[in-house]
């Protein structure tokens, strides 16, 4: 490996160390799971009299529930109420147990089904099972545990039953509930359940998840209600052929819906693809900690669907290992409302409330316990993703930003190859969508429409409203057509500073992290800000010292000095304005740059080589200016930034020594300070 190469990857893990901090929890835990051989089919649904039926007693009590409904659908209800007495069942669990050949539709009438003989504690055997635990606490079972033991964790086990259709016959998803009152992790869970098929019910009330999909080749959620969980409302992993139709989910403490390891049909592919794994369409998710999230969300179509009045709209990553198809890669959105996102559910880590058991803390009341770090006022979040596509998307109404992407580095995920450690951010596409303006033309702005680290390569963006960075590589009309494209390899320093601070959440511990904006850290409280003020200090000291020391009689090194502190004074003031970027930021390199240059050129008589380190510190200074505000340098592993930033530190050392030395005779005569001033402008 070249000396240049060990540099840059001594780089990249450098900001890999920072930014790699453990996250509070870990996104999903599950067993190892292998995908599907994907020869299955998305199931249709199937009409006509049902198999099997559930009810449950008092005629009375399930008149009054259907008496609201339209005629012929009030009349069919009361038909299947009857065939139901004489030989239905009161539970779902023992319809799905009767369900003994593939093809088998359960008809759930209106109702609420808390599945009492699902509901205690484990006994015997059962309790007894010895599996590796996840970081929330529960066991990692297998899939013959979970046959052994389906109520360890499950209100309902759909385990291994084939083209199972399951529908609730209420006019409304909220006709027909299942509750799992926060007594098991999972309400549904469908587990090597090939061609299952939910439609029309209302799933609440978990530690974990309201329904959880598995495994599965083949699957249709239409019109389901899930709502008021400690993690997800629909959870879908390791699967193929999957369809999110008209659904709605809201109280999540993750994301109302999470597509995790979808599977990775398209890896080593570009931006054309034969299919996609998951479609979601239709669907609206509101008032959770994420409207959508996958990790290793895969081959994911989601178009014309409702993400609003989350934390942040929708996000995908490759932050957590243990997910199959990492990292990242081929989600595509499209023409969906993604608006509004500005919750903060961080109060209730603040006071306390998440402290309490779930049945106590009011999530049916509004409250949101969330689970993992999220940037509030966020459209859309790309946490290490590769090859997604944002087009035709309305993105509205957010306090802090359009579209967030950031780089993770593959150690994260439990990857340790050098190879791989910058393999994600690259050639995700942000094109021809409607930022800041709702889809009847009012103009309802985002605070910014992009604020990304740096790091990747082929990503593009349309002409934005605002960004951080100023300037970003512009999308062609054609996929995977750049202009201005950067090839980094690690994100700016102070962003990935900052993602480094605000990743040490944890809603258990009650860790909020200091100096993260995200949790509300304002002015000198933030990361950015402290940074900022402690160089800038280190910078006027040493800068003042010298000046004073060795060039306080040179009239041109004195205004550039005075440019110098405006420099620093605006560098700090910069950074307390993230959320509407300005052109302070750049301004402040140019003062600085200058100060530097010009202070070099006037060193070289006296101390030759300090003088010209300090003239490139100067240019180096200047040049990230360029890149910030004029046009991003293309081709460059790594930004002016790190390069400045090395060169500054031992700038800061060198000054120190140069101005604490005595001054040499040549270094104070006339004759010095003529020759310097002949190299002045």
């Known amino acids: 490996m070249t000396w240049t190469r060990r540099m840059l990857m001594g780089l990249c893990m450098t900001g890999a160390v920072l930014l790699g901090a453990s996250p509070g929890v870990q996104a999903h835990e599950e067993r190892e799971v292998a995908f599907p051989d994907g020869s299955g089919s998305v199931p249709v649904y199937r009409g006509g009299e049902p198999d099997l039926l559930v009810c449950k007693t008092g005629r009375t009590d399930f008149e009054q529930r259907i008496a609201r409904f339209p005629a012929a659908l009030r009349e069919r209800n009361l038909r299947l109420y009857e065939r139901c007495e004489r030989d239905g069942f009161r539970h779902l669990q023992q319809a799905v147990d009767a369900a003994d050949r593939p093809g088998t539709n359960i008809a759930v009438l209106p109702g609420r089904y808390e599945e009492e003989p699902s509901q205690p504690e484990p006994t015997g055997r059962c309790a007894r099972l010895k599996a590796p635990r996840a970081a929330l606490g529960y066991q990692v079972l297998s899939y013959a545990q979970q046959k052994q033991c389906p109520h360890n964790q499950n209100l309902v086990a759909v385990l291994g039953k084939q083209d199972l259709q399951i529908e609730g016959t209420g006019a409304d998803p909220r006709d027909v509930v299942v509750d799992a009152g926060y007594r098991k992790l999972n309400a549904i869970r469908a587990d090597g359940s090939d061609g299952i098929y939910f439609r029309n019910f209302t799933a609440q009330r978990t530690t974990f998840n309201s329904l959880y999909i598995l495994g599965v080749d083949g699957f249709v959620i239409d019109t389901v209600l899930t709502r008021w969980n400690d993690e997800y409302g629909f959870l879908t992993f390791a699967s193929d052929h999957g369809l999110y139709r008209n659904c709605e989910s809201y109280g999540n403490g993750d994301s109302g819906i999470y597509p995790g390891s979808a599977s990775d049909i398209n890896a080593g592919r570009g931006y054309d693809v034969p299919r996609y794994s998951i479609e979601i369409t239709g669907c609206r998710s509101h008032h959770n900690l994420l409207g959508y999230s996958g990790t290793a969300g895969d081959s994911v179509w989601a178009h014309d669907n409702e993400f609003d009045n989350n934390m942040a709209g929708a996000s995908m990553d490759s932050a957590f290992p243990g997910h199959p198809g990492l990292p990242q890669n081929h989600a595509r959105f499209e023409r969906n409302l993604i608006h509004d996102n500005n919750q903060d559910y961080y109060r209730y880590v603040k ?137 980094r390899i690690v994100g700016e320093p102070v962003k990935v500073a900052q993602l480094m601070v605000c990743s040490e959440y944890s809603v258990r511990e009650r860790r909020l992290p200091v100096g993260c ?27 003042g010292l010298l000046w004073w020391r060795r060039l306080r009689h040179h009239r041109w090194v004195t205004a550039v000095t005075a440019l110098g502190a405006a420099g620093l004074a605006l560098d700090v003031a910069g950074e307390t304005a993230t959320l509407a970027p300005t052109v302070v930021p750049p301004l402040a390199l140019l003062l600085l740059g200058t100060w530097w240059a010009v202070t070099g050129l006037a060193l070289r008589g006296t101390r030759r080589l300090f003088g010209w380190t300090t003239v490139m510190l100067g240019l180096l200074t200047l040049l990230d200016a360029f890149d910030q505000a004029v046009l991003m340098i293309p081709w460059t592993p790594l930004g002016p930034a790190w390069p400045r930033g090395l060169l500054g530190l031992v700038w800061v050392v060198w000054a120190v020594v140069a101005a604490a030395r005595p001054a040499g005779a040549g270094s104070s005569s006339g004759a010095a300070a003529g020759r310097t001033a002949r190299v002045m402008p």
């Open 351 to 487: 006071d306390g409330t998440c402290d309490r058991p779930p049945a106590e803390r009011g999530y049916e009341q509004g409250v949101v316990c969330p689970q993992t770090s999220v940037p509030p006022g966020t459209g859309v979040l790309v946490a290490g993703g590769n090859w997604n596509v944002f087009e035709g998307n309305w993105v509205y109404g957010h306090r802090r930003t359009a579209f967030h992407l950031n780089a993770v580095p593959a150690f994260v995920r439990g990857d340790e190859a050098w190879s791989r450690q910058a393999d994600t951010s690259h050639h995700n596409r942000f094109h021809d969508n409607r930022l800041g303006t709702t889809k009847d033309g009012r103009a309802r702005p985002n605070a910014t429409d992009v604020w990304w680290d740096g790091q990747g390569r082929g990503n593009c963006w349309q002409k934005v409203r605002g960004s951080s960075p100023r300037t970003l590589p512009r999308c062609g009309d054609r996929a995977g057509a750049v202009s201005g494209g950067s090839h």
């Open 517 to 543: 904006d995200w949790y509300g850290a304002r002015g000198i409280e933030r990361i950015e800000v402290q940074l900022a003020l402690g160089i800038a200090v280190v910078l006027a000291a040493v800068g």
